[in-house]
């Protein structure tokens, strides 16, 4: 018998193999971790490469397009190729795995992108060109790819650092769901004041330093506050409405704040009116609630 040739998965002609064994690599690593943490993950591919990303990823209501690139971690690579499509996406991002070479186990990951909600940084105007000349000894460009060096990126060596670049933190998962629930409440009237109905679009930048007993109201009840946490039946909107209001916000993120504000609003409608200390702790809790949407976006 002949002995078969020793296959090295390193080379040009297994690409196609190896990109598809290290896809399998990185969402058995990420679904693992998340798993692990009981939080659960969508996984879906794009239908053809001009799509701009390989994977849409989405775990606690936030959606990536993820374009994913490997190489190995002793590679010398300065830069990869990256579709411009990706930066149409609303949190496109580029994963580039380093891998080794021997056990096939991701050393570490190099992360461009943003925030979650944010768009992908500017990718630069250095376009790619096919790497064989035509019979005039041109390289073409490839106007849909764009050249980023490696140094833009940031190298990320735990899983867990990854997903909270993909996925953010406890914060800034709440100020989306936060987005996400005004998205759904019915739309101002066009004589609410310009700077609620933004706010109402989640461009918590609009909120103004301070505002009038009358707009707190108002601002409170843009959202539905016993649904934003939870409150919805009728026994547990009545705990709430009978319980203690809190005076202190450190331990508050903005949907559990803005609740609060809501609930509180609706006891003293039924109670004997606000009071001075009532209006001091709207003055409070509000500023308190802008405070942490205007640093979320920034």
Same mark, same amino acid.
């Given at each position: 018998?002949?002995?078969?040739?020793?296959?090295?998965?390193?080379?040009?002609?297994?690409?196609?193999?190896?990109?598809?064994?290290?896809?399998?690599?990185?969402?058995?690593?990420?679904?693992?971790?998340?798993?692990?943490?009981?939080?659960?993950?969508?996984?879906?591919?794009?239908?053809?490469?001009?799509?701009?990303?390989?994977?849409?990823?989405?775990?606690?209501?936030?959606?990536?397009?993820?374009?994913?690139?490997?190489?190995?971690?002793?590679?010398?690579?300065?830069?990869?190729?990256?579709?411009?499509?990706?930066?149409?996406?609303?949190?496109?991002?580029?994963?580039?795995?380093?891998?080794?070479?021997?056990?096939?186990?991701?050393?570490?990951?190099?992360?461009?992108?943003?925030?979650?909600?944010?768009?992908l940084?500017?990718?630069?105007?250095?376009?790619?060109?096919?790497?064989?000349?035509?019979?005039?000894?041109?390289?073409?460009?490839?106007?849909?790819?764009?050249?980023?060096?490696?140094?833009?990126?940031?190298?990320?060596?735990?899983?867990?650092?990854?997903?909270?670049?993909?996925?953010?933190?406890?914060?800034?998962?709440?100020?989306?769901?936060?987005?996400?629930?005004?998205?759904?409440q019915?739309?101002? +009237?066009?004589s609410?004041?310009?700077?609620?109905?933004?706010?109402?679009?989640?461009?918590?930048?609009?909120?103004?330093?301070?505002?009038?007993?009358d707009?707190?109201?108002?601002?409170?009840?843009?959202?539905?506050?016993?649904?934003?946490?939870?409150?919805?039946? +009728?026994?547990?909107?009545?705990?709430?409405?009978?319980g203690?209001?809190?005076?202190?916000?450190?331990?508050?993120g +903005?949907?559990?704040?803005?609740?609060?504000?809501?609930?509180?609003?609706?006891?003293?409608?039924?109670?004997?009116?606000?009071?001075?200390?009532?209006?001091?702790?709207?003055?409070?809790?509000?500023?308190?609630?802008?405070?942490?949407?205007?640093?979320?976006?920034?």
């Open positions: 018998m002949t002995a078969s040739a020793t296959f090295d998965p390193w080379t040009a002609h297994a690409s196609v193999l190896r990109e598809k064994v290290f896809e399998h690599i990185f969402l058995g690593d990420l679904t693992r971790a998340l798993l692990r943490a009981g939080r659960r993950c969508e996984v879906l591919r794009a239908e053809f490469d001009g799509s701009g990303f390989d994977l849409a990823l989405e775990a606690d209501g936030v959606l990536r397009h993820v374009q994913l690139k490997a190489m190995r971690a002793d590679g010398k690579r300065a830069d990869v190729d990256i579709h411009v499509a990706l930066a149409a996406k609303p949190s496109g991002c580029v994963i580039w795995m380093l891998v080794d070479p021997d056990t096939f186990i991701t050393t570490a990951w190099r992360w461009f992108g943003g925030k979650p909600g944010e768009p940084p500017q990718l630069g105007d250095k376009v790619v060109r096919h790497a064989k000349a035509n019979s005039q000894g041109k390289k073409s460009e490839r106007p849909d790819l764009r050249k980023v060096g490696r140094g833009r990126f940031e190298t990320v060596t735990t899983i867990d650092g990854l997903i909270e670049r993909l996925f953010g933190d406890a914060h800034d998962r709440e100020v989306l769901g936060l987005r996400a629930h005004l998205a759904r019915p739309a101002l +009237p066009p609410a004041p310009a700077w609620m109905r933004l706010v109402q679009q989640g461009m918590f930048d609009a909120l103004p330093e301070q505002i009038d007993p707009e707190s109201v108002d601002l409170a009840h843009i959202v539905d506050g016993y649904a934003l946490v939870g409150l919805e039946t +009728p026994d547990a909107i009545q705990m709430a409405l009978a203690r209001r809190p005076d202190n916000f450190d331990d508050l +903005p949907a559990a704040l803005w609740a609060a504000m809501f609930v509180e609003h609706r006891r003293l409608r039924f109670g004997s009116g606000e009071s001075k200390d009532d209006l001091r702790w709207f003055a409070d809790a509000y500023a308190r609630l802008r405070s942490i949407l205007v640093s979320a976006i920034r």
